[in-house]
């Protein structure tokens, strides 16, 4: 069964500190994609990046990276200088091969980061 | 432009009401998807529509009635709904599988409240 596990209900850090938020994943497929979005409390889902299961490479975009290892199983998130904006819950996500060319998104629990300033 | 537009923002409604929700892309997306987020809990799937037909209903009570009249609009139909059912309904679209690009792109909700 495929499962993606974020342990961190909820992190408290002040501004400028660095966090990196966990994510473990499950799955039997040999072709997945790995997804991590952000949920700020306005509501809406906003898409930060998805990875595939043959490219292990980290990335790194501005602020935040991403550390991927099939071999733990994880994908990790690092947020650099965190910023009061940052503050939001945040999803991995595993996606699951669907029916008629569709893909099912497994959402993790999501991680409450709370950045004080 | 990668938005999706959902309304009405927010919803009341008593349990004997007939509303719908209303999304729409403009991205060329062919996957569209209605998920249901109850406070403090991660998005549920509800409904997949692929090339405009339904691919996957994930054992929604049939009080909940998805419609895609066109490749850009999805609808949600509500009647009859339940206190419980009080929830962020989102609603997202994607490339279909196949293409590198399938990462779901998702509306700002509508927030329901069932009375």
């Known amino acids: 069964a495929q499962k993606v596990t974020q342990a961190q209900t909820e992190i408290s850090v002040v501004e400028k500190e660095d966090v990196t938020l966990d994510c473990v994943y499950e799955t039997r497929d040999t072709t997945y994609y790995l997804f991590w979005y952000k949920q700020p409390p306005s509501g809406e889902l906003v898409f930060l990046i998805r990875?595939?299961?043959?490219?292990?490479q980290n990335e790194i975009s501005g602020r935040y990276s991403w550390n991927f290892q099939k071999s733990t199983s994880s994908f990790n998130f690092t947020i650099t200088a965190s910023q009061v904006v940052d503050s939001a819950v945040y999803f991995c996500a595993l996606s699951e091969a669907g029916a008629y060319n569709t893909d099912k998104l497994i959402f993790g629990t999501g991680t409450r980061l709370q950045v004080f300033p | 432009d990668t938005e999706v537009t959902q309304t009405p923002k927010h919803l009341v409604m008593g349990m004997t009401n007939k509303k719908s929700l209303k999304c729409e892309q403009h991205m060329g997306h062919r996957a569209m998807y209605w998920y249901k987020q109850k406070a403090k809990k991660p998005p549920e799937l509800m409904f997949v529509?692929?090339?405009?037909?339904?691919?996957i209903n994930e054992s929604v009570p049939s009080r909940f009635s998805p419609e895609c009249p066109n490749s850009s609009l999805l609808n949600l139909h509500l009647h009859a709904l339940q206190p419980e059912d009080s929830a962020l309904y989102l609603c997202?679209?994607?490339?279909?599988?196949?293409?590198?690009?399938?990462?779901?792109?998702f509306g700002p909700g509508t927030r329901l409240t069932v009375l």
């Open positions: 997202a679209s994607s490339q279909a599988r196949g293409s590198s690009y399938n990462e779901q792109f």
């Open positions: 990875r595939n299961s043959f490219d292990e």
């Open positions: 529509y692929s090339y405009e037909k339904l691919s």
